[in-house]
């Protein structure tokens, strides 16, 4: 019997250990890499077959004649989930529906379906191609209210806006820079598009989810909980931090897998991980957006604080396997992302960190490279993740880790 390939789909995740799981079940790891993606991290896999995603239909038919022989896909990255869905269908392979794709990757069609199944989980939103238009959806809801584009991720581009004047200011800003971040960050076949939505007052959480091939969610129970640049004081709007485990209420837990379960079967998802991000305050619980992917810091966070191995369970639900929830906390965890309060040149990060206290530590920038908010566009300047058992120790890491500043000349 000739071997069969698990696929990564579009570039790989240097963090994932996700060749090694292929392996361990027993598969060979291949990888359907971007051409437009450079060539980093490709070398890991057993067999390497470049495509042009912004032609993906085409490439399709073209890979029919190069012998895939593919038992799975997988995608880390948002931009390449509705690729993955369509490889997936024309080989005959378990994985998402194109439909639930193509709303998990547009927040607009993804907001109509929480609305049509439920309109308390979500908040009201409205495409918007001109200031008039954000205008009229202002006259009928009250600030403050966010602006964002419906394709990308990361908080780029997400902008509050909490008066007329600022709406005016934060719609023309979105507008001459929505085109070029989507070119930016390869965002295949889809067009640029903005929304404006309400916003809503509460704190934030993530939850962990695969869903197996009928539609059944499968439940991480450790809620991270998430921190906003709002909450810390910045004008963005990206994730400060994540940690594990949140410290809710066990009625305000279940709410929430409720409210999540409602998002996953109003997007049809099936044989894909969800990431669903929600909102809880007074008025319960609201979902922020649900992500058909893993990536991102969850891998590592759920493994430093549960022992529990996510990449697994993505690899079983492209195999149509159904998923194995283990998970037993043994330490607390939470990843940090640090941006300057302004554009500029790097100059350095002011912190009293011990380096050997934590899990992770890592400049992204090099002193003078061009760093500055996630609504401009930019990506963090340094990613922290600490972890460890003891909750005071935790805690104390976690505050000085709050009190560093990126450093900037403008």
Request: net charge negative; charged share 25%.
């Amino acid at each position: 019997m000739r071997p069969l390939y698990i696929y990564i789909v579009g570039k790989p995740d240097s963090r994932s250990t996700v060749v090694d799981t292929i392996h361990n079940k027993g598969y060979l790891a291949g990888i359907l890499a971007d051409k437009q993606a450079g060539k980093n991290g490709l070398e890991v896999f057993d067999r390497v077959v470049e495509v042009d995603f912004a032609q993906i239909d085409d490439e399709i038919h073209r890979l029919d004649t190069v012998d895939l022989s593919p038992a799975g896909f997988l995608s880390t990255y948002e931009n390449y989930i509705v690729a993955k869905a369509k490889l997936s269908q024309h080989f005959e392979t378990p994985g998402i529906p194109l439909n639930a794709a193509e709303l998990t990757t547009d927040k607009a069609r993804m907001r109509e379906a929480f609305l049509q199944a439920d309109r308390s989980i979500s908040p009201d939103y409205a495409k918007v191609q001109t200031l008039e238009q954000a205008q009229e959806f202002a006259q009928n809801h009250s600030f403050p209210l966010i602006i964002k584009p419906t394709n990308l991720v990361k908080s780029l581009l997400v902008l509050k806006c909490n008066n007329e004047k600022e709406l005016a200011e934060q719609f023309t800003y979105a507008s001459q820079n929505v085109v070029s971040l989507y070119k930016k960050y390869n965002v295949y076949n889809q067009a640029p598009q903005l929304i404006i939505e309400e916003f809503i007052t509460g704190k934030q959480y993530s939850i962990a989810a695969y869903v197996d091939q009928f539609g059944k969610p499968h439940f991480y129970r450790g809620i991270a909980t998430l921190k906003t640049a709002q909450d810390i004081g910045q004008n963005d709007n990206y994730l400060f931090s994540r940690k594990l485990p949140s410290s809710l209420p066990a009625d305000r837990q279940s709410e929430m897998f409720e409210v999540a379960e409602k998002g996953v079967r109003a997007l049809g998802m099936k044989s894909t991980p969800a990431h669903i991000e929600l909102i809880s305050g007074d008025n319960g619980t609201k979902i922020v957006e649900i992500g058909a992917r893993t990536g991102g810091y969850r891998p590592r966070m759920y493994r430093m604080s549960y022992g529990a191995d996510l990449t697994e369970q993505e690899v079983r639900i492209a195999l149509g396997e159904t998923p194995l929830i283990e998970e037993s906390f043994s330490a607390y965890c939470a990843v940090y992302e640090l941006f300057p309060n302004t554009e500029g040149s790097f100059l350095s990060i002011e912190h009293k960190l011990d380096p050997s206290q934590l899990a992770y530590y890592r400049i992204t920038a090099k002193v003078g490279d061009r760093v500055g908010p996630a609504k401009n566009g930019f990506k963090a300047t340094a990613i922290v993740i600490v972890k460890d058992e003891d909750e005071s120790t935790f805690l104390k890491i976690c505050r000085q880790i709050e009190a560093a500043n990126v450093k900037v000349k403008e």
